[in-house]
């Protein structure tokens, strides 16, 4: 068993990784990694273009050769690929959890802000509410109909007639003229 297969059976612990500095270490390393590959994957694919595309057979048409060597060369391109993607996930990866880490931190102080400001849109609503009920208070207190309907009369009714008259808002069942 070689090193390599030994360190890939052996259970992992990543944990450190949670750590920024390690991550970023890691990640870095990743990317190393996969950029030294893509460097190989790229002069592998150089060479197999050179090498397949000058083999030519005797009949072959004018791109016979390129379109043979395509089959090889699309799997190659293929690992060139995911090299590249491979480094930039790394990348993305130490940027997300930079990111997260900044957003966690940053949680405590906006929950805080988010109640202040919820407490304060409460106590202008209260505040409204109190305003409102003192102007209706008032209203009711200055112009409203003071004494209570006649008998058989209701609010919506008119003292003259008795007949109903149409309600267009609740200044009408106190008596006054609505807009």
Known sequence: MTDIDSVNRLPADYRPLLNLEALSRWTLDRQREHTADLATYE???????????????????????????????????????????????????????????????????QREQKALDKAARRQRGGELAAQS???TAEAMRGG??????????????????????PVRGINDLFGKKGA
Do not use: C, I, M
Request: proline share 4%; charged share 25%; aromatic share 4%.
């Open 43 to 109: 002069a592998t694919l150089a060479t197999f273009e050179t090498a397949l595309r000058s083999q030519h057979v005797p009949g072959d048409g004018r791109w016979a050769a390129r379109r043979r060597a395509r089959k090889v060369e699309k799997h190659l391109k293929a690992l060139v690929r995911a090299s590249q993607n491979a480094a930039q996930a790394a990348q993305n990866v130490r940027t997300a959890y930079a990111d997260h880490v900044r957003t966690v931190a940053a949680l405590p102080a």
């Open 133 to 135: 009920l003192n102007r």
């Open 144 to 165: 409203g109909r003071t004494e209570a309907p006649a008998e058989g009369e209701t609010a919506g009714q008119s003292a003259a007639g008795g007949a109903p008259g």
